[in-house]
């Protein structure tokens, strides 16, 4: 298996046995590293908030490009004893698994601060170094085996793949078993069965320190893990931190940590109207992930209290009596109280979160009282999409979970989340789920300008024109009151006498009624007439989008489903313009993130790949020639964009993300790795060719095949989703593990020195890649950036045949 | 005599600090004070005359903590820690404004916060009640208030949402902190003829307020206000 790699003294063992052994080593620390990955992905979207995933990749892939340029400074002294160094990255990477965790917890960093203040951005560098660096070990750790120790690459790669896939398979089950808090044992327990197999490694000397940082390893795990330090912007933190706050129940698994905290100084009421004059019970707020998800008014099901009648979300309970209700996403007892309070028939609430609905109807039945006994109630636990594709029920209304927050949907932290339910094709189905008569409804915080309610009655309008349900504009009622408005929608037009219950509601309860037009409002402001002017385009104005607006109001679709992304950045200099000073809270952070995460791995990269060629006098210039350069970021940039999209659009089908994620990242990886460990057989040119080639077909056809396939399979059992998903991915998947491990045994057999500089290029421009896979599915949609993953594949194989060529001549 | 002016000047100046350290540090704040004022809040639509002045005396940068002090008169929110902010100087302008407080008004404050917002009201009303949730920042701003010299304020930790009954009823009342709806007790102890104002939104960003009226019979109106910058974003 070796062919030639220096040697480390003292090595008795057989070279097939050490070849094995750096193999299973590579393994266990890929798993490690990619359960890291997993983990951080709920770690930091506890302590801050989802928009830090994009991040999280890019420091694995940073940390491991930064480990292909420090491996091409340093060759030199590597490869006097590449077996040592290899045995000591992998002690060390393990530890730093968990050390690396807890010393990020005391860079004091706060994300909100980054757009103004210029001491915020060191404090961002060090805590992004401090969680690169496990990576940043590892990708030593995985590269020696092939820049060095000269094992050949298909093998090692395989390895490499196969162990990110078990890293995947295993965190998922992990994360049912382990509190929050404890998650990072589980990396850590993967490197330390790492670092047992480089212990039992005679060569490379120091086996003292080897025992040292083994024990250190042991000790990590059974030491207690690091207390979470949330951001203090997060509402669990802000709950946790008033007088006479306490938990009261919690729950973790695949869809998120649950917690439920009683405070007396909660008083939750969104929107609640100034005409409620009585008093709101105590509460419990529920937080999933740290963030508030819903309330639970304490013994609310023994009596549903008053104010729950009060808010300008009741409206479509005014407009049909006893109605069969289906609720799309369980807000704590809320929503169904609501119903209770407003005379539902009955209540069927699709929630996919398991650990959410056992966490509400088990562990706080105590506190809430449980359901109004007068309210048969149904929770379902799937996927709002395959609820509706599944379930042939009819309902009277359909109640979307709120769709805009006072806070965080303003700030723009959900822009770039997924939410197919708020589509062109989630409100079909939605639609199509309504008896006579029955309304589909959201709610949520009003804005200004104006952004959901414009953008949910334009999608609702276009859809209505498909199914030739026109005009649109006298199927809906739009109210609000002073912060929140509500949207109602049917297949029918509504009658002049149920518009008057509508204005009667509004006069009641002190509301306006924005649609249909009341003509003009006394006293009403610049907001308001916004609002009209815009609710009032939006039904009866020109279809399709207006590209003259500040904001992004057109309905979007499955194939970029963010419902949240309202910014045009080609508008951000006119907002600056109108707004001068004024213009931070109109920016989408989770967007600036986005192309923050661009912008620091393309600058970074930049950097440091100029490193080795400015300070290396080794051969390095010659070995780093832009065709190697141009090939491995070709990969590194298509690998992830069609990873990274079909774990996107998995979502849909599988339910929800976290199981989108492992399936995607595992099946990828398992099947990239079969495709790597079979690599020697098609590493000729003209076979390779065919692999391009193929890579290309298979990526395209596969992805078309599941968007086509992903409406009849919404309706389909989770083992036949599952199946059908891993089988579209596989073929591409199994072709795209070849690429790297054929053009690496090119460069070994050009003498290897270009080795480290391609692993470099190929993890920074995998960094790259996974910003560039959102930004594609935020404004190209996903068929178009797999096409591009796809046509980056076949400029890769135009290069292939020159990398390692140029070396040798 | 030329030479002694300057000199009476500058030892009233190094007496004045030393007996009031918190002016002492504020000379090199004024001009930074003054150019806020101009930029931020006048030009941006602000031009209550009292409201100018009493946001050109309260030293802003006192109210935040010293990491954040070279950046106290910068147009946007600080941290004031315990995840709480400072608003930036426009919002604390249009707030203060829309309430059209009176020297004989009696003002109450849900979420003293870092207690500049307070400071500015005790300039143009009588008396101010804030109420802060958090010991930590309820210890914070009333020592900086009393360095400072405001006797017209009085601050109790405890629940905002609850107002402030004994001292009830208030001519305005001003919530600083974002909520979710307004708290009946809050309008209980509006004064007839009262004007209450409260944000709407996160922790880092105003982009709407609710003002309420309760005319002379007590009925309660309520409107969406815009800050004057953010009206140019609709077009109007």
New interface residues.
Partial sequence: MSTGAPRDRGDPVSEDAKAARVVLVVFFLSAATLANEIVLIRLLSFRFWPHFVPLIVSQAMLGFGGAGVALQIVRRRVERSPGRLFAWMVLLAAPAFDLAFRASQFVSF?P??LL??P?AWPRFGVFFFLLAVPFFLSGCAIAIPFAFLRLRPGPVYAASFAGSAAGALVALPFLMVAPTGGLLRLPLALGAVACAFVLSDKGGGLRKGRVAALCAVLFLTVIPPADLKL????DL??VR???GAREIASRFGISGDYRAVFA??V??????S?R????IPPQATLFADGEQRGIVPKDGGRKPPAYLGYFPAVLPYRLFEHPRVLQLGLRGTEGVLTAAANFASSVTVVEPAQELVRLVREDLSGFSGGWPRSLPVEIREEGARNFLARDRRIFDIIEAADISS???S??GVHATGETFLLTREGIRAALARLGEGGLLAFSG?????PRENVKILRTIRAELSVARLVPAADRVAAIHG??TFSVVARRTPFHPAEIDRVRRFCSDY?YSMVWPAAGAVA????????LREAVSDAMTGPPGERGTE?FDLSPVTDDSPYFHRFLRLRTLPE?KR?????W???VEWGIVFLVLSLGVSLVLAAMLLLLPAAFVRDGTGKAATISVAGYFSALGLAYMLVELTFLKAGILVLGDTIRAAGLAIGGFSFFSGIGSAVSGRWESERAMKRVFAGIAVCVVVGFVIFSAAASPLLARGWGMRTAAFVATLAPAAFLMGIPFPAAISRLAAAGGSAIPFAWAVNGFFSVAGASLASIGALWLGFRWTVVIGAVLYVMAGLLFQRVGREIRS | MKIAIPLITIAAAVLSAALHPALATDEPYLQKRAAMVRDQIEREGVTDSRVLAAMRDVPRHLFVSPEYRSKAYEPYPLPIGEGQTISQPYVVGFMTQILRLKETDRVLEVGTGSGYQAAVAAKLAAEVYSVEILESLAVRSRRTLSDLGFRNVVLRQGDGYYGWEEKAPFDAIIVTCAGGHVPPPLLRQLRNGGRMIMPVGGPFMTQNLVFIEKDAQGAITHRNVLPVAFVRLLGH
């Fill in positions: 706060d909100f601060l103004w203040d001491v951001s203090p912007y997060k933190a802000a931190n008033l007088p007396p100084g008083h939750s009421a969104p929107g609640l100034i409620f004059a009585g008093e006072a806070t965080f303003s700030l915080w009003l804005k200004a300008p002073w912060g002190g006293g009403g402001g610049a907001e308001e007439r916004a500040l907002f109108l707004l001068g000073s004024q931070i809270p109109f």
